[in-house]
């Protein structure tokens, strides 16, 4: 995915602001939420789901009375997996007068809308990104995300399994197609080689579109010993190929990926899978430690007809939920005091876990996971896990590291 500047998403912004002027008024009454995310295109499939459970965090709000004496309306624009689309969305729903807004599972495709919602001195939170620079970094103070930066699930898998697989040696195997692969592995090779000291047998690259991995699997087929794990930093379909093929090479490591690679929409394509494990927030299985979680699922098989099909789905709710919770604790809607309200957040607890954020940071870079592991093709929740530590800003940015085949 071509990453974007900051100006170039900042003239997406203008236009959209451009392309509609009337601004609607809310009634006193309500308070309007906008949705300025991807409901077609490929991008659907994260901000859809996200986007339902921010739904149902709203009517439960609103059942309860709503905030601040105010029920909670939702508008809706479509981004359409597009950027100059996603900055017309985000004014689109600024015009219907959103006093907040919930934008992409994605910061190239999510920071048009953000940038619209600052411009209008309005909050934005991502549904889902996993980007550093989907917040401060990326847009400014007025953005946040609900999700788990990838660096941490990288991190979250190495500490894990060094501490309680005794794993010791490791193969770090990158498809290089997104920055969020490569935040997986800046993550693990932290935790890994300079917080835990442990041995890299190797690096290795390939592209997700790549049809064989043949070479990165004679690599690691001719080191004098297997590595006791594989964490293949990638996602679908390209990162289950790669394990298909890694499997079929005899190679009994253990595999590893970030939630890119869960949920069991996939697990066909490399069939009989065992000994794989990654990082998820909550869990579709119906296996999940928190009776809230499961209660959820049944809550939005009710409302929607099916359970959640990707970890990607809870962090939706946590928007409304983030949101409130700060809204509650200032008396007002206004921008800049639910902001410091959201700053205040120090392992704040939520449905899926806890949040922090600070003036600098407005992501998670530390905090709670599941590990679940695939065994003969069935996921399971094996065991619970949060780093001893936050992953610093420079890994977050990649600064220690460039991966090549070696």
């Known amino acids: 995915m071509r990453k974007l500047t900051t100006s170039a998403i900042a003239g997406l912004a203008a236009m959209g602001a451009a392309a509609m002027s009337t601004v609607a008024v809310a009634d006193d ?3 309007v939420v906008g949705f300025a995310a991807s409901y077609s295109g490929w991008m659907q499939a994260y901000s859809q789901p996200s986007t339902n459970a921010a739904l149902i965090a709203i009517d439960d709000i609103n059942a309860k ?8 309306k939702a508008v ?4 359409k997996t597009d950027r100059v689309e996603g900055a017309k969305a985000g004014q689109q729903v600024l015009n219907e007068g959103a006093q907040m807004m919930a934008v992409d599972c994605d910061y190239d495709f999510g920071a048009p809308a953000a940038l619209a919602a600052k411009n209008a001195n309005k909050i934005a939170i991502f549904l889902c990104a ?4 989907a917040g401060i970094q990326g847009v400014g103070k007025n953005a946040f995300s609900s999700s788990i930066l990838a660096a941490v699930q990288g991190a979250t898998i190495a500490e894990w399994g060094a501490k309680t697989k005794g794993w010791k040696t490791a193969y770090i195997l990158l498809d290089t197609s997104i920055e969020y692969n490569k935040g997986i592995c800046y993550g693990f090779d932290w ?18 579109a790549d049809a064989s991995i043949a070479a990165q699997i004679t690599r690691i087929k001719n080191l004098p010993s297997e590595p006791d794990l594989i964490i293949n930093c990638s996602y679908i379909p390209g990162g289950a190929s790669a394990l298909r093929q890694i499997r079929a090479a005899g190679i009994e490591s253990a595999l590893a990926g970030g939630s ?17 494990y990654v990082t998820e927030q909550a869990s579709i299985y119906g296996d999940d430690p928190r009776p809230a979680v499961e209660e959820f699922n049944k809550k939005y098989e009710a409302r929607f007809g099916e359970r959640p099909n990707s970890q990607y789905t809870y962090p939706g709710y ?3 939920e983030m949101w409130a919770r700060a809204v509650e604790r200032a008396g007002t809607f206004e921008t800049d005091a639910v902001i410091a309200e959201m700053e205040k957040f120090k392992d704040e607890p939520f449905l899926i876990g806890t949040r922090t954020f600070t003036p600098q940071l407005h992501h998670q870079n530390y905090g709670p996971y599941l590990i679940v592991e695939t065994t003969d093709g069935k996921p399971a929740v094996a065991d619970e896990f949060t780093i001893s530590e936050p992953v610093p800003m420079d890994v977050l940015f990649g600064k220690r590291y460039t991966y090549i085949a070696r």
């Open 29 to 31: 009454h309500e308070v």
């Open 65 to 72: 009375g709503g905030l601040l004496g105010k029920k909670i």
């Open 76 to 79: 809706m624009a479509d981004a």
């Open 130 to 133: 996993e980007s550093v620079l």
């Open 191 to 208: 935790m890994w080689k300079e917080k835990l000291g442990l041995e890299i047998l190797g690096h290795d690259v390939y592209q997700n």
């Open 260 to 276: 890119s690679m869960s949920g069991t929409y996939w697990l066909d394509s490399v069939p009989g899978l065992t000994g794989h």
């Open 318 to 320: 946590l928007v409304i």
